[in-house]
């Protein structure tokens, strides 16, 4: 590795993990991705304090693989367990728990940072050791080098079964007052959002606590896998429509608690392995934002613009962030609610409706997410993230990518 | 055959792409397991990355395998410190560039000397041990190549082509034995090995071929196991046509 940072050109690389990102965070245009995949080792795991130390490139379902059946679980997780190490850790991702444990990163004791200039940089939370360029590679999108291996404080549970509850709700206010009541007692909580029911929309809070016996044995199942691409006119306003009625009235009527494994609660769309090829050739586009939470308004605007555009679809997910400090300089997460929602990709109406949600999400004093975004403006990106001049020291000279230029206007 | 007594593993070619991926799930099973491989470094690392995964007990031995000189040693060892193996995965292989073995005679002996005279070498002296004490299993990645002589690769497809014969024959001597002998068959998979070739991001993914190679050793069935499974398909077609179709064909 040090070779390949020493020999390339300025600007030329970004570390690639497995290309989660929905946009072009995960890309560089004409220039070199490294892919981290292979560095995939696990180096040392404590088994009396959960503390292990892997590569970059170690998956997180590779962690569950290994570590789950010895009690331990990952400290936060996305909604896929297909990212690696370095992912999370340059997105900084979050999870159904980020009311109370924060983002991944804030689990992150230390890393091994290849730098083009200084070799390997040992970075700790709480040390002298480059505690800053931690902060900055934190949520750092892989620009401030690549990360050789990290220790991550993994979470003690007693078994792989999650004690789940649904409840149906039907409107901005119900989620909020279910949201505030649930924060304390559980340690996940998300909604499921119909995002044809406008300002007032109906949909599914799950929340959950990992249950406390070990349980049944678990036996994972491997999900079916989506071939190839459907066609586009299958994804319509009707059968939408129809997907997102049948699947809340499939929750309500089954509202109440029930004991569910892991995979499931955390990962449902990993179960149908090429989901995405369900929009087609075209994809889709994702949006996810953030918005402070004193303005209410603004989300029930957001969500009654997409409704009358009738252009939202099956996977529109909403959840209320918690306020601890960011772990990263780039970090997405802020208080505020979070609302993440995927569109089918038709062109010129798609991206006009997303502009004017931009509006919205500015106005507010909002932000959007890097590793969701293809195409937000330097000026949105500039108010999401108005510090992040400060980071640019911490970039390493040989690294850059097709979000990075084209949101600050990089070479 | 279940995980629980299939205990005793010896690996030959233990830093292959897919070797590493089936060692991390054995070791995950609490198996035990002799590597063997070139570089004592890389064995090391492999060590503690399985360590840290929660294997048992696992053993190292570096030898360079493509040198029939050296496998009396390594033959040694195994027996020395693994007596009662039951087990032994042939992972390792070569991939020149085609062309290279075109042009290059030594390079052509080399590729027919790693992937076939040496494995039928070492796969002989456990192969007695093994039908000596009338038990265990032994097994050995060949390739698809090897169903068919292609022009773009066709030394390395004959070596492995070679190999899948000899197996075949052997897995005749050994069945009165009771001691089953596995080919596994790989469409392209994404290893070092492969890493030179175009379209290598499209190949299959080795955690993927593991499952079906640790499935395959638990289980008494199939004798020739072809991974990912479409490969069984596929090789049955480009099987049946005529060669004087074939031969006009370039890839």
Not at chain 1, 160 to 174: C, G, V
Not at chain 1, 316 to 330: N, W
Not at chain 2, 46 to 68: E, F, P
Request: hydrophobic share 40%; glycine share 8%; net charge positive.
């Amino acid at each position: 590795m040090p070779d390949i940072l020493r020999a390339a050109a300025p600007g030329s690389l970004l570390p690639y993990g497995l290309g989660r990102s929905y946009g072009d965070s995960c890309l560089n245009a004409g220039r070199e991705l490294i892919d981290c995949c292979r560095l995939n080792r696990i180096l040392g795991f404590d088994e009396s304090t959960g503390m292990l130390r892997c590569e970059s490139g170690v998956s997180l379902s590779d962690i569950l693989d290994v570590f789950l059946p010895k009690g331990w679980f990952l400290p936060v997780t996305p909604g896929t367990r297909f990212v690696t190490v370095g992912g999370a850790i340059a997105n900084d991702v979050h999870g159904k728990n980020h009311h109370c444990a924060g983002t991944f990163g804030a689990h992150v004791r230390q890393i091994g940072l290849h730098r083009s200039n200084d070799g390997l940089v040992i970075c700790n939370s709480n040390s002298e050791d480059n505690p800053d360029m931690l902060r900055a590679t934190i949520g750092g999108l892989g620009l401030t080098g690549v990360i050789a291996w990290a220790d991550i404080q993994l979470k003690r549970v007693a078994g792989p079964w999650i004690d789940a509850e649904s409840i149906p709700f039907e409107s901005l206010d119900n989620f909020l007052d279910l949201s505030r009541e649930s924060n304390d007692r559980f340690e996940y909580t998300v909604a499921w959002l119909d995002c044809f029911a406008g300002k007032n929309p109906r949909g599914i809070f799950f929340r959950g606590n990992h249950a406390a016996k070990s349980g049944k044995e678990f036996h994972p199942k491997r999900g079916p896998k989506l071939p190839f691409a459907l066609p586009a006119w299958m994804l319509n306003l009707y059968s939408v429509r129809a997907f997102n009625t049948a699947y809340y009235k499939f929750h309500a009527s089954r509202r109440g608690a029930a004991v569910v494994p892991y995979d499931s609660f955390f990962y449902p769309l990993d179960s149908i392995r090429q989901w995405n090829l369900l929009y087609g050739k075209q994809g889709f586009l994702q949006y996810q934002c953030v918005i402070p939470e004193t303005n209410v308004a603004a989300v029930e605007e957001l969500l009654d613009r997409i409704a009358r555009s009738g252009m939202g679809s099956f996977l529109g997910v909403l959840k209320q962030f918690g306020s601890a400090p960011p772990a990263g300089m780039l970090s997405f997460p802020r208080p505020g609610l979070t609302i993440a929602l995927d569109f089918a990709m038709r062109g010129e109406p798609t991206l006009r409706l997303m502009q004017s949600l931009d509006e919205i999400v500015q106005q507010s004093g909002g932000a959007l997410y890097p590793a969701k975004d293809a195409r937000m403006s330097p000026a949105l990106f500039e108010a999401s993230f108005p510090r992040w001049r400060g980071f640019v020291p911490y970039i390493d000279p040989k690294m850059s990518s097709s979000f990075w230029r084209r949101v600050t206007g990089a070479q | 055959m279940t995980a629980a007594n299939m205990k005793k593993i010896i690996i030959l070619g233990a830093a292959s792409g897919i070797a590493l991926e089936v060692q991390r799930k054995l070791a995950c099973q609490g198996c035990q397991l002799l590597l063997v491989a070139r570089s004592s470094q890389r064995l090391s690392e492999i060590q503690a990355d399985l360590a840290a995964r929660g294997a048992q007990k696992v053993m190292t031995y570096s030898a360079d395998l493509a040198s029939v000189q050296q496998h009396a040693a390594v033959f040694d060892f195994a027996r020395r410190t693994l007596p009662d193996f039951d087990t032994v995965l042939l992972a390792y292989g070569s991939m020149h560039d085609q062309k290279d073995s075109e042009t290059s005679v030594d390079t052509l002996l080399e590729e027919l000397q790693v992937n076939f005279v040496s494995a039928s070498a070492i796969l002989t002296l456990f192969a007695g041990d093994l039908e000596r004490r009338r038990t265990g299993c032994l097994a050995a990645i060949t390739s698809v190549a090897g169903d068919r002589g292609r022009r773009s690769n066709y030394v390395y497809g004959s070596a492995k082509g070679a190999l899948s014969l000899f197996l075949q024959g052997l897995r005749s001597r050994l069945h009165p034995a009771g001691v089953r002998v596995i080919t596994i068959k790989p469409g392209p998979v994404q290893t070092p090995m492969t890493d030179h070739l175009p379209n290598a991001a499209r190949f299959a993914d080795p955690q993927q071929v593991a499952r079906d190679i640790v499935r395959a050793l638990e289980r008494r069935s199939p004798d020739v196991l072809y991974t990912p499974k479409i490969w069984r398909y596929v090789m049955t077609v480009v099987q049946q046509i005529p060669e004087t179709i074939f031969k006009r064909l370039s890839f």
